[in-house]
Structures are given as structure tokens and as C-alpha cells.
T-cell receptor, first 112, second 112 residues
Framework: KAGVTQTPRYLIKTRGQQVTLSCSPI?????VSWYQQTPGQGLQFLFE???????NKGNFPGRFSGRQFSNSRSEMNVSTLELGDSALYLC???????????FGPGTRLLVL | AQSVTQLDSQVPVFEEAPVELRCNYS??????LFWYVQYPNQGLQLLLK??????LVESINGFEAEFNKSQTSFHLRKPSVHISDTAEYFC??????????FGKGTRLSVIA
């Protein structure tokens, strides 16, 4: 079974731009979560989706948004990028919420 | 609110020596506990998990962790480390309807 895939793997943007990251979960998995990883803050939860509905949201500003499609694929969007948004963005999928999460390789975003 | 404390940010150890990576959590309800490993420039890989049942859980590559409810700990151990175990290790906890909460990570460096 293929693992979680994330595209693109690397991205360079400038301040003020917006970005969309994509995540394809493991086949059959219906829950997708997103995390931001930075050296200073570690791994921080962004949001969780299940059956196209957001179940949980972390403590991030409204510039961070996401959605899930009927095939369980998910996207997250960050608008008006700031330098501090530079991070590794990780997506994880699970069969159901509260079940074991399996992570993708991440998208490394650099904001200049 | 749940939290996870990984008491050591860096642990250097000689090859073939034993190692223990410490993890303590705080939660007022029953928890699920996880250890994930992250190799350089990669996403997180599930190492082992405690959901219920036996308090001692093992991974396929020789790591084990013991859930200790009275001490609210879930320390990770390996009796003999290899160079290939060099990585960052994250302890995580979730319960009820809450998202996964991660510790800050412990960087394990195995020295030849």
C-alpha cells in the first residue's frame, strides 16, 4: 500500500504570497491531520479533517486554512505569507480519528 | 490540557551501548501514547504505540517502551544502539477527542 504523499516537497515563496499544499492519504484512510514543524516551536497541530469536515483546529491565525475532498485528499492554504511561516508542513492520515496516524515526508516551505 | 515533556533534548551514546529516552505526559484522562522517529529530511515514522493491554510495547528494530501510569511516563529504551539509530525521536499523546500532542523531541546521536 502506498504511504501518505505530499506535494510539492519543496517550495520557495516571498512574503505576502499565498501557497497551497496537497496531501494524499493512505488508501482507505479518511482522517487527515496537518502539523507545522519548526526548530523553535517543534511540532504544532494545525487542523484535522474527517469526511470533509474539520474536526479540530489548532491555535493558528485565520491565514491558515484547509479542506478535504470526497476522496479524502486534503489541501492546506496559507495566505499572506510571513517569514515565520517557513517550516516543514507534515500531513498524517489515519483510518478514523483517534486512530494511529501515519505521516508523509512533508513539504518544506521557505518564505523569503 | 495534555502536554508531553521529553526531558533530554540531546542524547549522545556510543554504538552498542544501551539508551533510554525519557518521556513524561500530563493528562487527566486515559491516554494513547506513541513514539515517532524522524530521520534527516524525512517525515515521522511510527516506532511503537501503547493503546491498551500490556504496558510493555516493542518495535521491530529492538526498541521498547513501558507505559507507567503512576509515574505518567512512557520511556523509550534500546539495549544496544546502532549508528543507524541516529535520528530525532518524538513522544506523543492523545486522548478522547483531542489531537495528537508532541514533545519537543530528543536528538539521539550514536557515536562509533
Amino acid at each position: 500500500k502506498a504511504g501518505v504523499t505530499q506535494t510539492p516537497r519543496y517550495l520557495i515563496k516571498t512574503r505576502g504570497q499565498q501557497v497551497t499544499l496537497s496531501c494524499s492519504p493512505i488508501s482507505g484512510h479518511r482522517s487527515v491531520s496537518w502539523y507545522q514543524q519548526t526548530p523553535g516551536q517543534g511540532l504544532q497541530f494545525l487542523f484535522e479533517y474527517f469526511s470533509e469536515t474539520q474536526r479540530n483546529k489548532g491555535n493558528f491565525p485565520g491565514r491558515f486554512s484547509g479542506r478535504q475532498f470526497s476522496n479524502s485528499r486534503s489541501e492546506m492554504n496559507v495566505s499572506t505569507l510571513e517569514l515565520g511561516d517557513s517550516a516543514l508542513y507534515l500531513c498524517a492520515s489515519s483510518l478514523q480519528p483517534q486512530e494511529t496516524q501515519y505521516f508523509g515526508p512533508g513539504t518544506r516551505l521557505l518564505v523569503l | 490540557a495534555q502536554s508531553v515533556t521529553q526531558l533530554d533534548s540531546q542524547v549522545p551514546v556510543f554504538e552498542e551501548a544501551p539508551v533510554e529516552l525519557r518521556c513524561n505526559y500530563s493528562s487527566s484522562v486515559s491516554v494513547y501514547l506513541f513514539w515517532y522517529v524522524q530521520y534527516p529530511n524525512q517525515g515521522l515514522q511510527l516506532l511503537l504505540k501503547y493503546l491498551s493491554g500490556s504496558t510493555l510495547v516493542e518495535s521491530i528494530n529492538g526498541f521498547e517502551a513501558e507505559f507507567n501510569k503512576s509515574q505518567t511516563s512512557f520511556h523509550l529504551r534500546k539495549p544496544s544502539v546502532h549508528i543507524s539509530d541516529t535520528a530525532e525521536y518524538f513522544c506523543a499523546v492523545c486522548s478522547g477527542n483531542t489531537p495528537l500532542v508532541f514533545g519537543k523531541g530528543t536528538r539521539l546521536s550514536v557515536i562509533a
